[in-house]
């Protein structure tokens, strides 16, 4: 099979919210092990949350980021790769800012530092290489998402194969930053190629709510097919592993 797996999964930070991280993290897991997804762009993962997690995933996941205030600290933008389909070719952390070669930079009135991950990975099964774009934009500042949109641009326009773009958008389908994604660029939403369930992605722990707006995407470029899409609202016994629901699309190059 050539066709490979890749998620988008905002982990909820350990936030005091009355849905504790020690609770949510073996649902996580679990979620990731029936998916076995092959890529996997999160958002908002913490340091001591990404290696719990890893530690409980099978031993082919690796994962690679820095934390938006810079080393270990603050949130994460973290890829999570399967080491058994994809090698690592480079990875690149920077800063949607003015000045993204700058450490906790910011710009636009963000709430705080954004960074973007970037990683080229080489597919061991066609040999192909893909380049992995994984973000969390501003919820606050739509000036903001459009800026970061533009730098994400140019990170794509460098690569001389195919891209996969993976983040928490904070703003539905049709805003300012999905039209340039989207119409301007370019880049197929891989859940409008494929529909999948009216139900959002973003549902603070309450489960499947049908008509709201999918904050999550995964975008691909020319060189890539979207095979199938959904949105995983796996819990056990009611505990969901985040107040998002995963995004997954199965993709195949072209």
Not at 201 to 221: C, M, N, S, V
Request: charged share 25%; net charge negative; hydrophobic share 40%.
């Amino acid at each position: 099979m050539s066709d490979f797996t890749v998620m988008s999964f905002n982990l909820r930070y350990p936030a005091m919210d009355g849905h504790p991280v020690a609770q949510r993290l073996p649902v996580a897991a679990e979620l990731i092990r029936r998916a076995h997804p092959h890529i996997v762009g999160t958002q908002e993962g913490e340091l001591d949350q990404l290696e719990t997690l890893i530690g409980m995933l099978p031993e082919e996941y690796i994962w690679l980021g820095e934390g938006h205030s810079g080393g270990n600290a603050g949130e994460f933008t973290a890829v999570i790769l399967d080491s058994h389909r994809f090698d690592v070719d480079a990875v690149d952390i920077s800063w949607l800012s003015e000045q993204p070669e700058t450490v906790a930079s910011e710009s636009w009135g963000v709430s705080h530092a954004r960074t973007l991950t970037t990683v080229d990975v080489r597919d061991l099964v066609t040999k192909r290489r893909l380049r992995v774009l994984n973000t969390h934009l501003d919820h606050r500042s739509e000036r903001a998402r459009v800026e970061s949109g533009r730098i994400m641009a140019e990170t794509i326009a460098e690569a001389a194969f195919p891209s996969v773009v993976t983040g928490d958008f904070n703003v539905a389908t049709g805003s300012p930053i999905y039209d340039l994604f989207c119409t301007e660029l370019g880049l197929t939403d891989t859940a409008a190629e494929v529909p999948g369930e009216d139900i959002g992605t973003f549902h603070r722990y309450k489960g499947p709510q049908a008509g709201e707006p999918r904050i999550d995407w995964i975008l691909t470029t020319a060189g890539l097919r979207t095979v199938s899409t959904r949105i995983d609202t796996f819990n056990l016994d009611g505990t969901y592993p985040s107040d998002h629901f995963p995004v997954e699309a199965v993709l195949d190059f072209e």
